[in-house]
Nanobody, 129 residues
Framework: QVQLVESGGGLVQAGGSLRLSCATS????????MGWFRQAPGNKREFVAA????????YYADSVKGRFTISRDDARNTVYLQMNGLKPEDTAVYYC??????????????????????WGQGTQVTVSS
C-alpha cells in the first residue's frame, strides 16, 4: 500500500530553520506531483507548497513564498520542505501528500486538499517568539 512518512519537525526559535522530509513507498514516485500542507489548531488544512511530477515546477502559498523551498529526490522517493525565516504563525502540523493523478498537468487543483489521495501522519513544527 502507499505510505508517506514525514520527519524533521521540532521546536525552533523565530528566524530559525527546519527541513522536513517525506519518504514515500508503494507508488511510482516520479509520476506524481507532491504537496505539503499544514494545519494549526482550530484551522482548516491549508496549502503550503507543491512540486510537479517532473520536479521542474514549484508552487507556493503567498505566506511562505521566499522563505520555504520544496524539492524532490526521485532516487530516494522523498520530497523535502526547507523552511527558513520561520515565524510563530508557521506553527502547525505539516503533512505531505501525493497527487491522485499521475503526470497531472491541472495546476488549478494543486492547492486543494481534494486533489491528493494519500497523506502522511504529519509532523509538528513549533516556532517560539
Amino acid at each position: 500500500q502507499v505510505q508517506l512518512v514525514e520527519s524533521g519537525g521540532g521546536l525552533v526559535q523565530a528566524g530559525g530553520s527546519l527541513r522536513l522530509s517525506c519518504a514515500t513507498s508503494g507508488r511510482t514516485f516520479n509520476r506524481y506531483t507532491m504537496g505539503w500542507f499544514r494545519q494549526a489548531p482550530g484551522n482548516k488544512r491549508e496549502f503550503v507548497a507543491a512540486i510537479n511530477w517532473s520536479g521542474r515546477t514549484t508552487y507556493y502559498a503567498d505566506s511562505v513564498k521566499g522563505r520555504f523551498t520544496i524539492s524532490r529526490d526521485d532516487a530516494r522517493n522523498t520530497v523535502y520542505l526547507q523552511m527558513n525565516g520561520l515565524k510563530p504563525e508557521d506553527t502547525a502540523v505539516y503533512y505531505c501528500a501525493t497527487d491522485s493523478i499521475p503526470f497531472s498537468t491541472v495546476v488549478a487543483n494543486l492547492r486543494s486538499v481534494t486533489e491528493y489521495d494519500y497523506w502522511g501522519q504529519g509532523t509538528q513544527v513549533t516556532v517560539s517568539s
